[in-house]
T-cell receptor, first 116, second 109 residues
Framework: GAVVSQHPSRVICKSGTSVKIECRSLDFQATTMFWYRQFPKQSLMLMATSNEGSKATYEQGVEKDKFLINHASLTLSTLTVTSAHPEDSSFYIC????????????FGPGTRLTVT | GQSLEQPSEVTAVEGAIVQINCTYQTSGFYGLSWYQQHDGGAPTFLSYNALDGLEETGRFSSFLSRSDSYGYLLLQELQMKDSASYFCAALYNFNKFYFGSGTKLNVKP
């Protein structure tokens, strides 16, 4: 149990376009979802915390108008990178929390975004 | 976000024991998790400590000292497949997780 999927796994887009990444909890209801980005050989940086039905809480330094997060249901959150630039190229990973234990978060497989 | 510090890289031989340390900031701290990540993959959960002391799970153990704002992951009987990056992640205010800088473990024959 506790499977989280992400789609797409890889995406290449041109500068100036927008890209949407989906994160789904497949077999549980995720009260909270998290979005992280990770540059090569670096740590996971928390971008935002998303609770179902409410606005996402963004970390300091993360542009909320550039990284649009929607948590429309207990099983789906989306991250849209708007007007993408090459510096937005990164590995984006979501995680979902909904288990009985406070510390449990389940990670999706990640999305590799390349902006050309 | 909160800052968690780890050594950047550790090298050990097969069969050895290695300890990866993590220090964290205390304000709002609730507990400390450890994750393993292989290149190109997602983090996988290893352990969690909310209370002081040692938690053992097979070859891996994790320790927490809240008074010292410090924890460690202990890997025993190292195997080649343990070569990966290891991250500590602290839970703050019951609400969000911040990850450490990561430690790359190289296991040599």
């Amino acid at each position: 149990g506790a499977v989280v999927s992400q789609h797409p796994s890889r995406v290449i887009c041109k500068s100036g376009t927008s890209v949407k990444i989906e994160c789904r909890s497949l077999d549980f209801q995720a009260t909270t979802m998290f979005w992280y980005r990770q540059f090569p050989k670096q740590s996971l940086m928390l971008m935002a915390t998303s609770n179902e039905g409410s606005k996402a809480t963004y970390e300091q330094g993360v542009e909320k108008d550039k990284f649009l997060i929607n948590h429309a249901s207990l099983t789906l959150s989306t991250l849209t990178v708007t007007s993408a630039h090459p510096e937005d190229s990164s590995f984006y990973i979501c995680s979902a929390r909904g288990g009985r234990q406070t510390y449990e978060q389940y990670f999706g497989p990640g999305t590799r975004l390349t902006v050309t | 976000g909160q800052s968690l510090e780890q050594p950047s890289e550790v090298t050990a031989v097969e069969g050895a024991i290695v300890q990866i340390n993590c220090t964290y900031q205390t304000s709002g701290f609730y507990g400390l998790s450890w994750y393993q990540q292989h290149d190109g993959g997602a983090p996988t959960f290893l352990s969690y400590n909310a209370l002081d002391g040692l938690e053992e799970t097979g070859r891996f153990s994790s320790f927490l000292s809240r008074s010292d704002s410090y924890g460690y992951l202990l890997l025993q009987e190292l195997q080649m497949k343990d070569s990966a990056s290891y991250f500590c992640a602290a839970l703050y205010n019951f609400n969000k997780f911040y990850f450490g800088s990561g430690t790359k473990l190289n296991v040599k024959p």
